[in-house]
Nanobody
Framework: EVQLVESGGGLVQAGGSLRLSCAAS????????IGWFRQAPGKEREGVSC????????YYADSVKGRFTISSDNAKNTVYLQMNSLKPEDTAVYYC????????????????WGQGTQVTVSS
């Protein structure tokens, strides 16, 4: 059974940090790219960051460049999203997803999705 399980969300003040984790199982992790998406109330889902498990390539949305860092621990089949200097506009449900290709923010390219974790940044 394929599973992507996000964790690490919570409530933080503006300027603070959180680290999200995405634990994957049930598929060959090294063959997939893992992406992070987020969806705020009343807004469309948007891509945040993506990492290739095979070669470590990364990709970031302009809105998070310099503040968020994506990394992968292939031994643990886990991807992390370190989020620093958080802003109220980062408030959203964050989802991780897996795709066998490299189309970082093309959500239809992703085969598997997690259930999401809430991130709330207070001002």
């Amino acid at each position: 059974e394929v599973q992507l399980v996000e964790s690490g969300g919570g409530l933080v003040q503006a300027g603070g940090s959180l680290r999200l984790s995405c634990a994957a199982s049930g598929f060959t992790f090294d063959d997939y790219a893992i992406g992070w998406f987020r969806q705020a109330p009343g807004k469309e889902r948007e891509g945040v960051s993506c990492i290739s498990s095979s070669d470590g390539s990364t990709y970031y949305a302009d809105s998070v460049k310099g503040r968020f860092t994506i990394s992968s621990d292939n031994a643990k089949n886990t991807v992390y999203l370190q989020m620093n200097s958080l802003k109220p506009e980062d408030t959203a449900v964050y989802y991780c997803a897996a795709q066998p290709s490299w189309y970082p923010f093309e959500s239809h390219e992703y085969d598997y999705w997690g259930q999401g974790t809430q991130v709330t940044v207070s001002s």
